[in-house]
């Protein structure tokens, strides 16, 4: 239920993100969000992998995101678009000076 209620609201607009270290509160969310779960206070000293051994998952947030990314950036780099030459970098013509 989580991964389909909460990873998708979560992950929702992630295609275009741009991952930075600050990201690693995405992983501390995601251990939140399974000890919110099984109802563990966060002053029981249990560790990530207790948390994650008791509900029979692995970390999986980041792969998922790194995984839509690719998929994205591979979708718009196979069609001719306007974002596909902006990413790549390729414009023609000259460069107008600003006033």
Known sequence: MVKVLVWSVVLYGSKTWTLTQENIS??????????????????????????????DESRSLMESLRKRQKNWIGHVLRHDSLLQKVIEGRFQGKKTPIR
């Open 26 to 55: 995405l992983e501390a969310f995601e251990m939140w969000i399974w000890r919110r779960m099984m109802k563990i206070p966060w002053t029981q000293h249990a560790s990530n992998e207790q948390i994650l051994g008791m509900v």
